[in-house]
């Protein structure tokens, strides 16, 4: 290796690199790891640390363990030192261990098993990311096959009423950490969620995204002391964001924010934010509870109501209200979710504080809004209102190209035919719009949209 590493160093690196390029993965880091400094920083390229194969083909084509000492050589020294840049492994079962419990792996996302024993497999897996199609797939999770897991995190595309549900009264005593998000509404929380959950009676960590369709009653600080805290006595971290929704049925008393802030009181280790509104155009009521700081990634169905805060991590926002939203309410939108990426807006009522472009004096108290980081807006359900607050550069000044989910119709209305100055500036921020192919695209059209495509479609 000396005597090679001489005539390879009078080579460039790009010619170096393309030598290596010709080799398998594992082959460069065994052969290159360690000689000089100058070989490691060309071997720790992610093109030769994406994806390992820690298999040898035999000569029928199945995979082999690889030899001993050089599997020794790379759980000890060069897994170790490559395992943050590892995407893909490869592995054959009888090393399986040794690969994966040599190190950490941080970013690996996928991993290919030869040669798989099942108890092997069941025995190594403490910690498991899934997402699954239905809570069916869940419970078969669950049925006692790993044994082993600790820690399960399951995003779930959606709880249905009319799945088939396994009956496993099967305790988990060695689950220790367990997340459920689910964004679709569920009516079978009392029935499916609660009777997992209390399969985990060695539970320590707890996080829930829900959202929940009940007849009578709202889910509250009450509920979740009776049905979660009460029976899982060694949870020391609960982390919830649930939604549940509730049908007016003319019910005598209906229970207010204040009422369900007081059912906290006994959480003495989380501030817990509540919103309670009702909505008598759709007959419904919804409460929103949630462990703050707010962790999601979403943020749905935010009215008049919306109790402030600052919320870093979400990045798509959708508004829902049976009164007007103010332009102040948009600010105080902006201010609260800085790095706000899709906003939706769901209002038919008309804003009641009108604003006159032309008058200075009347709009000297007005603060421009602005979404740094805002790519796009549906607003195929607001009044042209909402339209106006996006487009009227005296409202919002948009600084990045945006994607206006509206109707032709509506950009019609509020541009005054596309002549009206005090939308252009931000109509020519659009990235595209889509109109039907019997309207005319004329060169004032153009004009109004200088840098926005125009798509024409068949309606």
Known sequence: MERLSVKLNDLSDEILLLIFKKLDNTEVLYSFIGVNKRFNKLVHDSIFTNHLTMTRCSSNGSFDRLDNQILDRFCSQILPSVHHKIKWLDIESSSMEDVLLCTSYPNLCGLGLYNIEKDIALRIFTELHVKLGNFTDCLYLLDGRFDSLQKLFVDIHRILSSQIIIDNKKQLPN??????????????????????????????????????????????GYDLKYNIINNLLRLNKFVFNIRSRLPLNDQVYLSSNEDCQLSFNDFKNNKIISCIDYFPDRKEGQCHIYSYPYQAKYYEYITN??????????????????????????????????????????????????????????????????????????????????????????????????????????????????????TRINCGKLLDIHVPRKILISNQLKDYFSDTKIYCLNL
């Not at 689950?175 to 009777?195: A, G, Q, V």
């Not at 707890?206 to 709202?218: G, P, Q």
């Open 175 to 220: 689950l220790k950490l367990f997340s459920l998000y689910s964004e679709l509404d569920t009516d079978k929380y009392n029935e499916l969620i609660m009777p997992l959950l209390h399969r985990m009676i060695n539970l320590e960590e707890l996080d829930l995204h829900l959202v929940v369709y009940r007849e009578k009653r709202f889910i509250d």
């Open 305 to 422: 109501n919306f109790p402030d805060g600052l919320f870093k991590y979400v990045r798509e926002v959708s508004l829902y209200d049976e009164h007007p939203f103010e332009h102040e309410f948009f600010v105080k939108i902006a201010k609260s979710f800085p790095f706000m990426e899709q906003l939706t807006v769901n209002n038919e009522k008309p804003q009641k504080n009108k604003f006159d472009e032309q008058s200075k004096d009347d709009n000297r108290h007005l603060s421009v809004i602005q979404y740094p980081y805002l790519s796009v807006v549906d607003l195929f359900h607001a009044h042209d209102d909402y339209v106006e607050q996006f487009l009227l550069d005296i409202k919002t000044c948009l600084t990045t190209k945006l994607d206006l989910q509206v109707y032709f119709s509506t950009l019609d209305r509020v541009t005054n035919n596309f002549t009206r100055d005090a």
